[in-house]
């Protein structure tokens, strides 16, 4: 069986943006803070913690953690992991989600360093 045929997405596709609300550099890594609004989750708050690949330019990985409440005070979390992908101002991250409401997603990410910006497109990986 083909990779492509292990990993199943549902067809909902969930679509949102983030405002970047901090970055905070160090000698390990870059720090990022986000925040938004998505359907499913309500009002999100994202954490990056990025660390650049030592052998390869532009490539890394990262680890983060994410929390949402609905208006109706449903509350969920997330630990996320991913890669990512820059070209300087902009960049590609990847990303799979272990959300505490038992659905783990897959996403993908383009981001806008100009704009403070982050676009999101997630759905819900079928077991």
């Given amino acids: ?3 492509k045929d292990q990993l199943k997405l549902e067809d909902q596709i969930n679509s949102f943006e983030l405002k970047i609300t901090s970055m905070t550099s160090s000698a390990s890594g870059v720090q990022v803070n986000a925040s938004g609004t998505v359907q499913r989750y309500g009002k999100v708050f994202l954490t990056y913690n990025f660390q650049n690949n030592p052998t390869q330019q532009e ?3 990262f680890t983060g953690f994410g929390w949402g409440v609905t208006e109706e005070g449903v ?3 997330g630990e996320r992991r991913g890669v990512f ?3 300087g ?4 991250v990847y990303s799979l989600d272990d959300v505490s409401d038992g659905n783990p997603n897959f996403c993908i990410e383009r981001w806008d360093l100009t704009n403070e910006t982050i676009t999101l497109q997630f759905s819900r990986i079928q077991n």
Wanted: charged share 5%.
């Fill in 89 to 92: 101002l902009t960049g590609t």
């Fill in 75 to 77: 509350r969920n979390q």
């Fill in 85 to 87: 992908v820059s070209n």
């Fill in 59 to 61: 490539t890394g990985s």
């Fill in 1 to 3: 069986m083909s990779l």
